[in-house]
T-cell receptor, first 113, second 114 residues
């Protein structure tokens, strides 16, 4: 199993550009989530999904969209990038419907200039 | 709401020293408790967990006991190694209803010197 994979590993965007961060898992996990990690802020939940076709907002959803058309994939879309979205983004998944034991991807480091 | 408070770092220790990282929580309900570890440049990994009062989670020499009376889940290791240098996150989850969110503490950076 590859576990949770994320692409790209690094990305630089200009303000106003859009892009999609990819996340995939091959463990048939029901629950998937996106976090951002900023210095001194810990991890903050952006969006999550409890199964294909079901998504919901976390703590900091503004400026981000998600969809879950398959069990395996959970892409995160930045609609119009802003410098405040400079962060490290982690995707995570867990077998249960809730985040009891999460498996994290390696992260995407995003810089918005 | 639910929250997790960890001791602020950074924590710097010499190899073979004893480690304690304090974690306390507030929760409306009966949570499961977790410690995650993040090594430099990587994503988080589950280190250990406990799902009910007085449970002790353990892994890789680390231990934490779920103390309901003090709402605590302190992480301990008897003899740290340089390879334990990482950021440690305490977290809780309460299942049921419409809650599907893991609540994290802000993390504690541990540096172990040879």
């Amino acid at each position: 199993n590859a576990g949770v994979t994320q692409t790209p590993k690094f990305q630089v965007l200009k303000t106003g550009q859009s892009m999609t961060l990819q996340c995939a898992q091959d463990m048939n996990h029901e629950y998937m989530s996106w976090y951002r990690q900023d210095p001194g802020m810990g991890l903050r939940l952006i969006h999550y999904s409890v199964g294909a076709g079901i998504t919901d907002q976390g703590e900091v959803p503004n400026g981000y969209n998600v969809s879950r058309s398959t069990t395996e994939d959970f892409p995160l879309r930045l609609l119009s990038a802003a410098p405040s979205q400079t962060s490290v983004y982690f995707c995570a998944s867990s077998y249960n419907r809730g985040p009891r034991e999460q498996y994290f991807g390696p992260g995407t480091r995003l810089t918005v200039t | 709401g639910n929250s997790v408070t960890q001791m602020e770092g950074p924590v710097t220790l010499s190899e073979e020293a004893f480690l304690t990282i304090n974690c306390t929580y507030t929760a409306t309900g009966y949570p499961s408790l977790f410690w995650y570890v993040q090594y430099p440049g990587e994503g988080l990994q589950l280190l250990l967990k406990a799902t009910k009062a007085d449970d002790k989670g353990s892994n890789k020499g680390f231990e934490a006991t779920y103390r309901k009376e003090t709402t605590s889940f302190h992480l301990e290791k008897g003899s740290v190694q340089v390879s334990d240098s990482a950021v440690y996150f305490c977290a809780l989850y309460i299942s049921g209803g419409s809650n599907y969110k893991l609540t994290f503490g802000k993390g504690t950076l541990l540096t172990v010197n040879p």
